[in-house]
């Protein structure tokens, strides 16, 4: 069964709006969570690693004010596109830390839109 | 920082041939993972095969095996008897506390 949640699948906003984006571990506690982003035709890139109970680490080149984390219990992550504009538009995949054969678990993605 | 490179944008095969798929990776880490995703036009990303640095054996799954080669950090995935359904793009990742991956293979198969 799934061990990622993440919500929504899919997002159409208009340029200026905010839109939060969740990620739940389903299977056990997560005190870390990573957070990717993939281009069209283009690799996941790591945005940041959210920390339960601590601020986010981010990745260099990725601007903290526009992309919010926060990490506050140990099932539950989300990521805020803060003032949203067309280059934000993107899929979003968040990942949880995995157990046995995979490090790491990956959602179903969020495909963001901004008109 | 850790980098992982695959150097085929796009690759194509007969279906029920092989096709061999090459990634590098660069780190100064002895202990580490890697990983050959596959992600159909879902954008699911679906785990094929997985290599522990520390084993010399080289992984297999059914059709999916990989050549691992520490010294050259050259991990490259072989599908055999390929199927319509390999068609997809393919990540070549690096694991040390966090995923990283590289830039992806466009595999076609051709019936």
């Known amino acids: 069964g799934a061990v990622v949640s993440q919500h929504p699948s899919r997002v159409i906003c208009k340029s200026g709006t905010s839109v939060k984006i969740e990620c739940r571990s389903l299977?056990?506690?997560?005190?870390?969570m990573f957070w990717y982003r993939q281009f069209p035709k283009q690799s996941l890139m790591l945005m940041a690693t959210?920390?339960?109970?601590?601020?986010?680490?981010?990745e260099q080149g990725v601007e903290k004010d526009k992309f919010l984390i926060n990490h506050a219990s140990l099932t539950l992550s989300t990521l805020t596109v803060t003032s949203a504009h067309p280059e934000d538009s993107s899929f979003y995949i968040c990942?949880?830390?995995?157990?046995?054969?995979?490090?790491?678990?990956f959602g179903d993605g969020t495909r963001l839109s901004i008109l | 920082a850790q980098t992982v490179t695959q150097s085929q944008p796009e690759m194509s095969v007969q279906e029920a041939e092989t096709v061999t798929l090459s990634c590098t990776y660069d780190?100064?880490?002895?202990?580490?993972?890697l990983f050959w995703y596959k992600q159909p036009p879902s954008r699911q990303m679906i785990l094929v095969i997985r290599?522990?640095?520390?084993?010399?054996q080289n992984a297999t799954e059914n059709r999916f095996s990989v050549n691992f080669q520490k010294a050259a950090k050259s991990f490259s995935l072989k599908i055999s008897d390929s199927q319509l359904g390999d068609a997809a793009m393919y990540f070549c990742?690096?694991?040390?506390?966090?995923?990283?991956f590289g830039a992806g293979t466009r595999l076609t198969v051709k019936p």
């Open positions: 780190t100064s880490e002895s202990d580490y993972y």
């Open positions: 990942s949880v830390p995995g157990q046995g054969n995979q490090p790491q678990h």
């Open positions: 290599q522990e640095a520390y084993k010399q």
């Open positions: 299977d056990f506690q997560a005190t870390t």
């Open positions: 990742a690096y694991y040390n506390n966090d995923m990283r």
């Open positions: 959210s920390n339960e109970g601590s601020k986010a680490t981010y």
